[in-house]
């Protein structure tokens, strides 16, 4: 068991699955500037470390996150002086999307404002029957956060998206399932325990260099113009792949019916992208635009 301290989320890694708890209970879990340097730091702690193979992203007593700490009043989201709530929860939602590994998210209770932005990136939504959803921003006279102008309209299409935010409603499980936006319910209190299943999953059967490629080929395949430079860059990459270890490997463990112990490991052996997968440092967003 590895267990890194911070302040505000936990950090608890077993058998290759990493659990990231947001963990102000008594709060709801609502996010704060400390909150959003430790998500930040986690993802990019788990990116670097070969042991981790799967994240289970979750929050701690009955909720998964209500969405801003607004204890600040009336100026909680005025950003003159300090780095804005919104700015905070793009960086969050930016290290979810360039995870090199592959992220589960365990809702309970309910998901508001950046506690469902966040998620937005995620491989796989898991959410009790019992869970609430809510782009509540215009409620609080602002507008969306975390890049969700980008990542919700290509889980949930467009109309859906504008419906959401333009009335700032919260949403029921049940809706969020059909819409896209979750991938699977569950009772309540049985969210973590099958998301931490399909972690084990992920972690004991799938190639780690080859999750961190499928999860690039994925979100870059939809900003490719043309199915044909998604076969272009697909043949690159399967051409790399099918020579390594890893291919080597997988053909021989499944003739032997044996699990598969793959030699590769994403900190070595994740090769070049060749420039389909564009890298991009953090920017802070220009205050003209």
Request: hydrophobic content about 45%; glycine content about 8%; aromatic content about 6%.
């Amino acid at each position: 068991m590895s267990d890194h301290a911070y302040a505000q989320i936990r950090y608890e890694l077993s058998d290759h699955v990493l659990v990231v708890t947001l963990d102000r209970p008594g709060r709801r879990n609502a996010f704060t500037p400390v909150m959003a340097d430790e998500l930040v730091d986690a993802f990019a702690r788990a990116d670097a470390d070969d042991d981790v193979r799967a994240v289970v992203l979750t929050g701690a007593g009955d909720h998964f996150c209500a969405g801003a700490d607004l204890q600040g009043g009336e100026s909680a989201f005025d950003s003159s002086g300090r780095p804005s709530t919104e700015d905070l929860a793009g960086r969050v939602s930016l290290a979810v999307y360039r995870s090199l590994k592959p992220v589960i998210v365990a809702f309970e209770g309910v998901a508001v404002g950046v506690g469902i932005t966040m998620a937005l990136p995620a491989d796989l939504r898991i959410a009790s029957t019992h869970s609430r959803f809510g782009f509540v921003f215009v409620r609080r006279g602002i507008v969306l956060e975390g890049a969700a102008g980008w990542f919700l309209p290509r889980l949930v299409g467009v109309g859906k998206a504008l419906e959401w935010n333009v009335t700032g409603r919260l949403v029921e499980a049940d809706e969020a399932l059909t819409a896209g936006l979750l991938t699977e319910l569950c009772e309540p209190g049985e969210v973590l325990p099958r998301a931490m299943e399909i972690a084990r999953e992920i972690a004991e059967n799938a190639a780690p260099v080859a999750v961190a490629l499928t999860r690039r080929l994925i979100w870059s395949g939809l900003g490719q113009a043309h199915p044909m430079d998604a076969h272009q860059v697909d043949s690159a990459v399967l051409a790399e792949r099918g020579a390594s270890p890893d291919a080597r490997e997988g053909v021989t463990s499944f003739l032997e019916k044996r699990p598969a112990e793959f030699p590769d490991r994403v900190s070595t052996d994740l090769p070049p992208t060749g420039g389909w997968w564009e890298e991009r440092e953090y920017q802070e967003p220009d205050a003209s635009t």
